[in-house]
């Protein structure tokens, strides 16, 4: 006879991140660390504080990401 567990098994729930610790963030973008604090101190990325903690949402990140243009390259009629 084999056994059976009665009772109820939850799924595990798949949440996506919805916000980033620092280091995190930095990953993401692939920038520093050091390079992150600038962009929050400057103003350009926008960061939430819960407590001493500080991090990032995801649609920060996307919102920053998006606003970065890319530069234009230009080649000159030498460089084709």
């Known amino acids: ?40 101190h400057d103003g350009s990325i926008r960061a939430q504080k819960d407590g001493a903690r500080t991090y990032i949402t995801h649609a920060e990140l996307e919102r920053y990401v998006e606003s970065c243009n890319p530069r234009e390259i230009t080649l000159s009629a030498a460089e084709r």
């Open 1 to 40: 006879m084999t056994s059976r567990k009665h009772g109820t098994e939850r799924a595990a729930i798949s949440l996506p991140n919805l916000r980033f610790e620092i280091s995190e963030a930095a990953q993401i973008l692939r920038i520093s660390r050091a390079h992150l604090y600038h962009r929050l």
